[in-house]
């Protein structure tokens, strides 16, 4: 039995996941939600739902205890967010942390598509940049999608970039990123300490097509 620590559990990507996951009698999945109104009242039998705030240092601990997985889909402050899940994970011996991120943090996106996504959202990536890079300089077993311009498209198409490489295309389905983070709790030994861009590919232009 797989146990997973879904943080940021109502979000557009993190709910593709609940529903891929509750199809799988070997998972058990712990959902944390800030705002009750935000459940879908679609949750599978094998997820357990949490009502709070991953600011809570003591809520987490708790919910951290007995993971082998923990999936974080948030926003806002994520620097701040990742240091306090840091502690809870070294705190309770949880080691695998699959943390979704945005493209842009390091400057990898080439051409005129850059140029746009750096006007576009360049402003809110410094909490993102520091994030990874707390992430990184710890000991966990981690894996940081860095996504494409998200769209709604009920398709699976992906590909992936290295930390170092060169960020390719402009987009990609939250339901291809949910889908890789579902092999990733599957197969934990995949993509480990690996830093990675998520997007569809041939969607190279001067921005998303859906914009």
């Known amino acids: 039995m797989t146990k997973v620590l879904i943080l940021g559990a109502s979000g557009q990507i993190a709910r593709w996941v609940v529903q891929m996951l509750g199809e799988h009698k070997d998972i058990e999945q712990t959902l944390l939600i800030r705002d009750p109104k935000r459940l879908s009242s679609q949750e599978p039998p094998n997820a357990k739902v949490v009502i709070g705030d991953v600011m809570d240092k003591k809520l987490l601990a708790n919910i951290m205890e007995g993971q082998d997985v923990v999936y974080a889909n948030l926003a806002g402050d994520v620097d701040v967010q ?85 960020f390719k295309g402009t987009e990609v389905s939250r339901k291809s990123v949910a889908a890789l983070v579902v092999e990733l709790v599957q197969h934990p030994e995949r993509l480990v300490r690996a830093n990675v861009g998520v997007n569809k590919p041939n969607t190279d232009a001067d921005k998303p097509a859906f914009l």
């Not at 400057?107 to 598509?113: K, M, R």
């Not at 360049?122 to 710890?138: F, M, N, T, V, W």
């Not at 998200?150 to 398709?155: A, F, I, S, T, Y």
């Open 82 to 166: 990742t240091e306090r899940i840091l502690t809870a994970m070294r705190a309770k011996g949880v080691k695998r942390l699959i943390f979704i991120n945005s493209l842009g943090i390091y400057d990898e996106v080439p051409g005129q598509f850059g140029d746009w996504n750096r006007r576009e959202i360049g402003q809110y990536l410094p909490p993102y940049r520091k994030s990874a890079d707390l992430i990184e300089a710890s000991d966990m077993d981690f894996t940081i999608l860095r996504a494409a311009w998200l769209q709604d498209d009920n398709e699976v198409d992906f590909e992936i970039t290295t930390r170092n490489e060169p």
